[in-house]
């Protein structure tokens, strides 16, 4: 079942942008780690970015084929976490799927995954 609700996906160009939100857990938002996953036709899922919110710092990181280009962010105030997909290439087409893991700090069931939103870049 859909766990987390996502938004913003769909139809880019080359080198177009897209902004992707995703709202996260009601409760102890600031206590998940945040991020994004995605997987392409054929391809398997892999991580794209996460985010946590550390006791004293902001904590990011990202796969190798998007640094320089996408930047991931969370509004704790919001429980939301957003992903700005900037020069957009073909090869960033997939499904997009949010992803809240709790589990260092609130237990091994506290995983939450949204229903994935569709990304296409194309011509």
């Known amino acids: 079942q859909v766990q987390l609700v996502e938004s913003g996906g769909g139809l880019a160009q080359p080198g177009e942008s897209l902004r992707l939100s995703c709202v996260g857990p009601?409760?102890?938002?600031?206590?998940?780690?945040m991020g994004w996953y995605r997987q392409a036709p054929g391809k398997e899922r892999e991580l794209v970015a996460s985010?946590?919110?550390?006791?004293?710092?902001?904590?990011?990181n990202y796969a190798d084929s998007v640094k320089g280009r996408f930047t991931i962010t969370r509004d704790n105030a919001k429980n939301t976490v957003y992903l700005q997909m900037n020069s957009l290439k073909a090869e960033d087409t997939g499904a997009y799927f949010c992803?809240?893991?709790?589990?260092?700090?609130?237990?091994?069931?506290?995983?939450?995954w949204g229903q994935g939103t569709r990304v296409t870049v194309s011509s």
């Open positions: 992803y809240a893991d709790g589990r260092t700090w609130l237990g091994p069931e506290s995983e939450y």
């Open positions: 009601e409760n102890y938002f600031t206590l998940y780690t």
């Open positions: 985010i946590e919110t550390g006791a004293t710092d902001t904590i990011r």
